[in-house]
């Protein structure tokens, strides 16, 4: 999940690029290794802290439409351990709203902050 998270925010923001263990795509290390990623003794994902900047200017009257690619990804809401979700990005328009799954009552069952 985490591999699409990296490919959605690539997608959101195409001038975005990582340098951050384990964000390139070719990196073959498990995700909880990966910087910003800490996982529990289970190896489940527990805090997911992504910051991005981007490498062209923000315009302010730019503004990302209804169904622009978006890394809030609903599968996020599943993480059952998640006790921390830091998506920050700098430098452009914000991401699109948060997905309806998202939203449920039942979503990020663990989520602190």
């Known amino acids: 999940m985490l591999r699409r998270l990296r490919a959605a925010i690539a997608a959101s923001d195409p001038s975005w690029t990582s ?3 384990g964000w390139l795509p070719t ?3 498990h995700q909880c290794a990966w910087e910003g990623i800490k ?4 190896q489940r994902v527990t805090v997911v802290v ?3 900047t981007s490498l ?11 169904g622009d690619p978006s890394p809030l ?3 996020l809401a599943q993480l059952q351990r998640l006790t921390l ?3 920050v990005r700098y430098g452009a328009a914000p991401w699109p709203a948060l997905p309806q799954e998202c939203l449920v009552p039942d979503a990020f069952p663990a989520l602190e902050r």
Request: glycine share 4%; proline share 10%; charged share 35%.
């Open 19 to 21: 340098n951050a263990a």
């Open 27 to 29: 990196h073959p290390g």
């Open 39 to 42: 996982c529990d003794d289970d």
């Open 50 to 52: 992504v910051s991005t």
């Open 56 to 66: 062209r200017r923000h315009d302010p009257s730019e503004v990302l439409a209804e």
């Open 73 to 75: 990804l609903p599968e």
């Open 85 to 87: 979700l830091e998506l």
